[in-house]
């Protein structure tokens, strides 16, 4: 369908910023909606983040005012800020576009956040 891939990810301490980027190429047009997703260990995969084509935004409630989802649709990508990091956020996040038969993930990325 296309190829969604992250960078970013890596350990920060309790209270860092990461910056998480994705490049979307393929059959993943600047139009569609996208997001990002994290799974943590043992836990369901949940949706963190998205954006529409138009810059509209739709923020978890357990990272707002922490997370912020933006994106460059002449450079197909897009970006998730993550400040105030806590351990729980640790996850693997995904890359995400919103296609006809639902969600299309990435590779993800995985980030570390300690105590």
């Known amino acids: 369908q296309g190829r969604l891939v992250e960078s970013g990810g890596g350990l920060v301490q309790a209270g860092g910023s990461l910056g998480l980027s994705c490049a979307a190429s393929g059959s993943i047009f600047s139009i569609n909606p996208m997001g990002w997703y994290r799974q943590a260990p043992g836990a369901q995969r949940e949706l963190v983040a998205a954006?529409?084509?138009?810059?509209?935004?739709n923020i978890a409630n357990s990272v707002k005012g922490r997370f912020t989802i933006s994106r460059d649709n002449a450079k197909n990508t897009v970006f998730l800020q993550m400040n105030s990091l806590k351990p729980e956020d640790t996850a693997v996040y995904y890359c995400?576009?919103?296609?006809?038969?639902?969600?299309?993930w990435g590779q993800g990325t995985q980030v570390t956040v300690s105590s």
């Open positions: 954006i529409s084509a138009v810059g509209s935004t």
């Open positions: 995400a576009a919103m296609v006809p038969d639902g969600w299309y």
